[in-house]
Each structure stands twice: as C-alpha cells, then as structure tokens.
C-alpha cells in the first residue's frame, strides 16, 4: 500500500473536524429549544403572555421557531390539533387582559397589547387551517390606540 500523500491526510482531518463541528452544533441548537407543550406561560423578553396550554389544555406542538424579524423578538409555535373553535375560545381570554382586535377574518386574527416595556408592543397572531394552527408572539416596538 503506497503512503498516503500529505494532502489527502490534511483533507480527510479537515473533513472529519467538519463533521465534528456540524454535529456538535445540531446538538447545542437542539438542547437549547424550550419545550412549549407544557409552559403555562410563553415568555419573551419579561413579558408572560399566557399559552395555549395554560387556557386550553395539552395540544400537540409540531413544530417551533423563536427569534427576531422587523417586528422584533417572537415565539411560534405550530400545533397539529388546535380546532378553530378552539383558537377562538384561546384568543377570546385576552380580553380580560386588555388585548385589542386588530384583525380578523374566516382563518385568521391580531391581538394585541402595551407591553412591560415602554414604547413596545405585544401581538399574538393565530392562523388556522384545517392540517395546522400557527400562533405567533411578537413583541416589537410600537404604540397601542384604543378607541
């Protein structure tokens, strides 16, 4: 067996510490995802926005996603077994809390809310179909007029 030249072992170390690297960044994405299913509260940035789970019961998250977009920060969670009924019943609570309608249609509605923080806003979004419900809190800068 010929020896191997000292570009080949370079290149396969580098592939190696490639695949190293790559895994061990799935893995710290993964550990650092909070589990929603259970959170009586989704919190962004010292804001608790009461969950789905706290005014409905368990319902089954199949996917979730946080960051920040033009908005600002939010939280989205998608569930495979929300009804519309219940997104209504869910969005309905709020109205304890001071949240105003923004917007509504047939699959869709906009609540919102002053935050903690001055100048900033809280939104919950919900769009449902009947595969998916996506709801989606954002908190961004913002004034709130009520009529």
Not at 40 to 53: A, C, F, G, K, M
Not at 125 to 143: D, L, M, P
């Amino acid at each position: 067996m010929k020896k191997m030249d000292k570009s080949v072992k370079v290149l396969i170390v580098m592939a190696v510490i490639t695949i190293v690297l790559f895994g061990l960044n799935t893995y710290i994405k993964k550990s650092n995802k909070i589990d929603y299913s259970d959170k009586e509260y989704i919190e962004i940035n010292n804001d608790n926005i009461p969950s789905v789970y706290k005014l409905i019961g368990n319902k089954k998250i199949i996917k979730t996603t946080t960051g920040t977009d033009s908005k600002g920060m939010y939280v989205e969670l998608v569930y495979s077994d929300l009804s519309q009924e219940e997104v209504i019943d869910y969005l309905s609570e709020f109205r304890n809390d001071d949240y105003v309608l923004i917007s509504s249609d047939k699959n869709s509605a906009i609540i919102a809310n002053e935050s903690k923080e001055s100048g900033k806003v809280i939104t919950i979004t919900a769009s449902y179909s009947e595969k998916k419900t996506t709801i989606k809190y954002s908190k961004g800068n913002g004034t709130l007029t009520r009529d």
